[in-house]
T-cell receptor, first 110, second 114 residues
């Protein structure tokens, strides 16, 4: 099925560094969602975005809904070891099923 | 706390048997639930959309007779893998929409078919 273009595919960073990842789509979306998945568990919703230009924070996480409605980014500030995991973006237009990015695998070196 | 609960989290079965996985929305009613399959180190692949009170909608390439979906109430959808074979071994995850548009996932069910 359709996939979003999520980048980077993987990242290795030092503890305390900031992290940025993004997703782009060829389609216009009206919802962007960001998830984190730990091994062997289901994805956990981090941030939900519903308006173009919207900037939303959840603790050290910040995500934005791009003005063009075709992209979104997620920033993590001052990374800590428990930030390790796979981060997925997901987007949707109307009531269509969510389309998922392929994920960004984050590794944090203490 | 969890808003979507999935059970069982792990199941091991013999080839040829059927396995049922339950997905429940805990504090909201979900007229629509979704079933995904995830292979190691890959993204989620939508298998089917489960509609309360009507037939599920399957994605292309997903066998509806193999993966039976029942959405009998506004808080429960079940996925039954019929006559399971080793190639059906995977991580199966359900999700449900909580208005206004947040999609929450269950904890996932790891199926191993021997």
């Amino acid at each position: 099925g359709q996939q979003l273009n999520q980048s980077p595919q993987s990242m290795f960073i030092q503890e305390g560094e900031d992290v940025s990842m993004n997703c782009t789509s060829s389609s216009i979306f009206n919802t962007w969602l960001w998830y984190k998945q730990d091994p062997g568990e289901g994805p956990v919703l981090l941030i939900a975005l519903y308006k173009a230009g919207e900037l939303t924070s959840n603790g050290r996480l910040t995500a934005q809904f791009g003005i063009t409605r075709k992209d979104s980014f997620l920033n993590i500030s001052a990374s800590i070891p428990s930030d390790v995991g796979i981060y997925f973006c997901a987007g949707r237009s109307g009531n269509t099923p969510l389309v998922f990015g392929k994920g960004t695998r984050l590794s944090v070196i203490a | 706390g969890a808003v979507v609960s999935q059970h069982p989290s792990r199941v091991i079965c013999k080839s040829g048997t059927s396995v049922k996985i339950e997905c429940r929305s805990l504090d909201f009613q979900a007229t629509t639930m979704f079933w995904y399959r995830q292979f190691p180190k890959q993204s989620l692949m939508l298998m089917a959309t489960s509609n309360e009170g009507s037939k599920a909608t399957y994605e292309q390439g997903v066998e509806k007779d193999k993966f039976l979906i029942n959405h009998a109430s506004l808080t429960l959808s079940t996925l039954t893998v019929t006559s399971a074979h080793p190639e059906d071994s995977s991580f199966y995850i359900c999700s449900a929409n909580r208005p206004p548009g947040e999609l929450f996932f269950g904890e996932g069910s790891r199926l191993t078919v021997l």
